[in-house]
């Protein structure tokens, strides 16, 4: 059974950092396009990063340089590095997984394979 799992939530303050980490199981992904989106209460899951197997990447403008999307195929793991954090990044944060063709794979349909979510809670 395919299987994406994520880990690195927690309580942070802002200003904060904190890593997630998406770990697969089942199957490889190393070709396979790895997002990252969120969801906040009361709102719809929204994107926040991609990373191509080529390595490159794409994020929300909300935040472009502050979060760092990475992949490491040897370790078949992803991860987003979230800095300089924000009340408003509060969320449920998820690890999916696309085979889609497209340029701008931002919406969660383009996604095949989800993980279960990390919740990552940012204080004031």
């Known amino acids: 059974q395919v299987q994406l799992v994520e880990s690195g939530g927690g309580l942070v303050q802002a200003g904060g950092s904190l890593r997630l980490s998406c770990a697969p199981s089942?199957?490889?992904?190393?070709?396979?396009?790895m997002g990252w989106f969120r969801q906040a209460p009361g709102k719809e899951r929204a994107f926040v990063a991609f990373?191509?197997?080529?390595?490159?990447?794409s994020y929300t403008d909300l935040v472009k340089g502050r979060f760092t999307i990475s992949r490491d195929n040897a370790k078949n793991t992803v991860y987003l590095q979230m800095n300089s954090l924000i009340p408003e990044d509060t969320a449920i944060y998820y690890c999916?997984?696309?085979?889609?063709?497209?340029?701008?794979?931002?919406?969660?349909?383009?996604?095949?394979?989800w993980g279960q979510g990390t919740q990552v809670t940012v204080s004031s």
């Open positions: 999916a997984a696309s085979y889609a063709l497209g340029n701008t794979l931002t919406t969660p349909l383009d996604y095949t394979y």
């Open positions: 990373i191509r197997s080529t390595g490159t990447t």
């Open positions: 089942g199957r490889s992904f190393r070709s396979a396009v």
